[in-house]
């Protein structure tokens, strides 16, 4: 049953129920920038990954200028000594969250690109610290999080990652069953979804390969739009069958291809 769930929500993931690892733009979007870090363990230090990102290129923009400051309800947890400088556009920084459980603010402040100043633009994330308060969100990553979505289709605001997100939050997060298979598999999609993200950038065919893989997926998926689920029953219903279309089209399709070239060749 696991597997099913797998095969049917496996677009889904690309749209982060977490926020450990965003991609948000600066005030006046010059740079996007991907926060990406582990889970957090109280009392113990965490490495903070930042890439800054070009948005016209989606590569790492190089020689960047910038403050970081982390704070929980007014009291600062950590803060760069006055302005540094990063040549290759990454950096990693262990903070420890000794605070306790609640929401942080990261907050990162640009002020140079290629060692030119320019008007300081920040760009904040909120760092989720313990279980109570890790609860999935319906609004927690609008405006940014998307890190496989936003690399194939180009933008947070593209039709397709709406529609991803609209399902999620209005039709899979309305189910226990949905829900809870979008707890558990957090942690699996956070550890292959910026290796992905970046192979994208960095490959244009390999973006595009995701394109088409992930398009009949989608397309079908939508059909949910078009359904009254109101039962775990319904859902499963609707799952399953969902699940046999998308084989169908992945790999019934295929063997059937090839099946009829083996016949060819042998006639």
Do not use: W
């Amino acid at each position: 049953m696991k597997l099913l769930f797998v095969l049917l929500f496996f677009p889904l993931l690309i749209i982060p129920a977490y926020a450990e690892s965003q991609t948000l733009p600066t005030e006046k979007g010059t740079l996007d920038v991907k926060l990406t870090y582990d889970t957090i363990e109280q009392n113990i230090q965490t490495k903070m990954s930042i890439d800054f990102i070009n948005p016209f290129t989606q590569k790492i923009q190089i020689h960047i200028d910038y403050t970081v400051a982390i704070s929980k309800d007014g009291e600062t947890v950590f803060r760069t000594n006055g302005l540094i400088h990063t040549s290759e556009g990454s950096v990693k920084i262990p903070i420890d969250f000794n605070l306790g459980e609640g929401v942080y603010s990261l907050d990162i402040q640009v002020e140079g690109i290629l060692f030119q100043p320019i008007p300081p633009e920040t760009v904040s994330f909120d760092i989720i610290v313990g279980e109570a308060f890790a609860q999935p969100s319906t609004t927690q990553d609008d405006g940014g999080g998307c890190l496989i979505a936003t690399a194939t289709f180009g933008s947070e605001l593209a039709p397709q990652v709406q529609q991803l997100r609209e399902l999620r939050d209005n039709t899979i997060l309305k189910t226990e069953s949905g829900t809870a298979f979008m707890t558990g598999f957090n942690q699996f999609y956070y550890s292959f979804s910026p290796i992905i993200s970046d192979l994208e950038r960095e490959q244009p065919i390999f973006k595009e390969v995701v394109k088409l893989t992930l398009t009949p997926m989608i397309s079908s998926l939508s059909l949910l739009n078009y359904v009254d689920i109101d039962s775990e029953e319904e859902m499963l219903g609707y799952g399953i069958s969902l699940i046999l279309l998308n084989i169908g089209m992945y790999a019934g399709i295929p063997v059937f291809a090839i099946l009829k070239l083996y016949q060819f060749r042998r006639d």
